[in-house]
């Protein structure tokens, strides 16, 4: 019996090395995931996919990082040079991961978002909230405000590098959103998707390589971003960007235990890559809405396509796509094709799961007559002039009158009678 044991185990080990099971197959079990909080979306089309505490809130470690990547791109130039200021220097701003900083050195600020976004170091993301914000508070109001924009209404930040403090919060969804938002800026996917890059410094201190953190984006072919971040307090916390057969999705997991984030992330994107599967629910220039331009209709018609992001077992558990309108401006008198003049709000049901821009789908130049320039300031001038004319000729008169008047005075002779 023990020979027979022994002879089976040997053959399955053997048939596991020879046919390997696929870490994508399909299971139609949901992932386990042992973060205290997950979230798995479509990125095409916002729907979710995985939801295990998602509106939790969480200390987010450095993943905070993407959101100050994001701002100082949208705010900022690659090539300007940023000094280092002395508030590299704060302890209570300024530990943990560091590329040793010093006060009077000088970096661009495209160096700074590699060592902000790759190496996670602490004081390049303060120096690049100083660079943009002139000076850290005001950069956490601006990284606030940007979190209420994009929709991450159960986020707070405090600092720009994710350092823990009870009033620096964020949620596994909420995190989804800035990644979603931040995931198609051109520069800021190309940062994420380094392995590594030297970075120039003004002094000879070290480290000059920054070596990106994300290990899946070293052995997973898919994973292409975003950002990693570790605290005592925190734990592991993890976004990640993947992309396979043309679909992408965005996968977050917050305070993960020692040893389970590499790991569990694969299964969590797996798990979305085979159960799910994109349709296009209407393609790009369908027409939405219909507006009057100089008294002409002009149709909105998609920018982009509307996906639609269903089971692959069971295309019934999606609930039914609703579309909202924005209102367009009113009173356009000339509009351009292509030009976007509003967007489209599409709901999960009752959740609001992407936005979309409307556009012209067609030129439109406007029919009415340029305003003539009026007339009467130039009248207003002659008649100012002419009037001016008068009144010297006048006063010109009246002075050769009376010079005229004294001199005949003198010239009178007097004859006593």
Known sequence: MRLTTTILTIALFVSSLIFPIKANAVTN?????????????????????YNNNADEKLFPA?????????????????????????????????????????????????????????????????????????????FVNMMNDRAKQIGATNTHFVNPSGLTDSGHYTTAHDLALIAKEAYP???????????????????????????????????????????????????????ASATKDGRTEIGVILKAPVGTIWSDMTSLLDYGFSEYSNTIYKPA???????????????????????????????????PIKLQVETPPSNLTQVTQGEPITKVNIYNDSTLINTLPL???????????????????????????????????????????RIFTKKKKKNVRYVDM
């Open 285 to 319: 220039g369908t027409v939405i809405d219909t507006i009057n331009v100089d008294a002409k209709p002009v149709d909105l018609v998609l920018d982009k396509p509307i996906y639609v992001t269903e089971p692959t077992d069971n295309k019934d558990q999606i609930s």
């Open 62 to 138: 450095s993943t905070t990082k993407i959101l100050t990547g994001l701002l100082t791109i949208e705010h900022g130039h690659l090539d300007d040079e940023v000094t280092i200021s002395n508030t590299v220097l704060d302890n209570n701003l300024v530990y943990g991961t560091r590329i040793n900083l010093q006060p009077g050195e000088q970096l661009t600020v495209r160096d700074l978002l590699y060592a902000t976004l790759l190496n996670s170091a602490n004081d390049a993301a303060v120096a690049l909230a100083e660079y943009v914000g002139g000076n850290v508070p005001n």
């Open 359 to 401: 556009i012209s789908s067609k030129t439109i130049t406007s029919s009415q007559p340029k305003p003539a320039k009026s007339s009467i300031p130039f009248i207003i001038k002659v008649i100012i002039v002419i009037a001016t004319i008068i009144m010297l000729i006048r006063i010109i008169n009246k002075t050769r009158k």
């Open 29 to 49: 079990t949901s992932p386990s995931i042992r973060g205290e909080s997950a979230y798995l979306i479509d990125y095409q089309s916002g729907q979710e996919l």
């Open 185 to 239: 800026n051109t520069l800021f996917d190309q940062i994420v998707n380094t392995k590594n890059y030297t970075i120039h410094r003004s002094k000879n201190i070290q480290p000059t390589e920054m070596v990106n953190e994300n290990k899946l984006l070293w052995n997973n072919p898919d994973v292409n971003g975003i950002k990693t971040g570790y605290t005592s307090e925190a734990l592991n916390c993890y976004v």
